[in-house]
T-cell receptor
Framework: AQTVTQSQPEMSVQEAETVTLSCTYDTSESNYYLFWYKQPPSRQMILVIRQEAYKQQNATENRFSVNFQKAAKSFSLKISDSQLGDTAMYFCAFMYYNAGNMLTFGGGTRLMVKP | GAVVSQHPSWVICKSGTSVKIECRSLDFQATTMFWYRQFPKQSLMLMATSNEGSKATYEQGVEKDKFLINHASLTLSTLTVTSAHPEDSSFYIC??????????FGQGTRLTVV
């Protein structure tokens, strides 16, 4: 079974600065998807960014980008120009290709953006 | 994006009673719905997967008779916590998919059993 590990339980960053959240995973499969979800204090899960494993190009969504290293099984999230609204729990998640959309989540990283 | 509505947002019930939580996909047909449980400051733990018209598939360690899941239509799944006890107090989240790679989440239900 796959596992997803987030080694940073908590992080903080000053507003307008850049922060990187780490995620590693373990799988023997070659086709899969990786995600970063944000869970703000409201606890609504919000998709931040998605990466297909077959794509070498790193995904980017505005201020959010990933560094996907398939061989190293690493999938980090970079948040540029951090904003107060970025304060939230961030979960890295894994989904097998053609596996019924079932997600496996990492333990989460609590990010605090300080003014 | 697609909208998933979960109801109620919070509920308090007495020990020994049953509580039903609804998860509705408002603008799409959900082929699969998932139920998660989240303890404070922890990650989401998958409880079960449900497909419309068939029995739910429960994860190891999840009591089927305690957590009854029904997926009667392509837009509605329900989770019933039967004979609830204080240790069942938690945050329950549903998600729904329509076959693509994106899962759409409900806003969650905070259950408190007193």
């Amino acid at each position: 079974a796959q596992t997803v590990t987030q080694s940073q339980p908590e992080m903080s960053v000053q507003e307008a600065e850049t922060v990187t959240l780490s995620c590693t995973y373990d799988t023997s499969e070659s086709n899969y998807y990786l995600f970063w979800y944000k869970q703000p204090p409201s606890r609504q899960m919000i998709l931040v960014i998605r990466q297909e494993a077959y794509k070498q190009q790193n995904a980017t969504e505005n201020r959010f980008s990933v560094n996907f290293q398939k061989a190293a099984k690493s999938f980090s999230l970079k948040i540029s120009d951090s904003q107060l609204g970025d304060t939230a729990m961030y979960f890295c998640a894994f989904m097998y290709y053609n596996a019924g959309n079932m997600l496996t989540f990492g333990g989460g990283t609590r990010l605090m953006v300080k003014p | 994006g697609a909208v998933v509505s979960q109801h109620p947002s919070w509920v308090i019930c007495k020990s020994g009673t049953s509580v039903k939580i609804e998860c509705r996909s408002l603008d799409f047909q959900a082929t699969t719905m998932f139920w998660y449980r989240q303890f404070p400051k922890q990650s989401l733990m998958l409880m079960a997967t449900s497909n419309e018209g068939s029995k739910a598939t429960y994860e190891q360690g999840v009591e089927k008779d305690k957590f009854l899941i029904n997926h009667a239509s392509l837009t509605l799944s329900t989770l019933t916590v039967t004979s609830a006890h204080p240790e069942d107090s938690s945050f329950y989240i549903c998600s729904a998919t329509q076959g693509g790679t994106e899962a759409f989440f409900g806003q969650g239900t905070r259950l408190t059993v007193v």
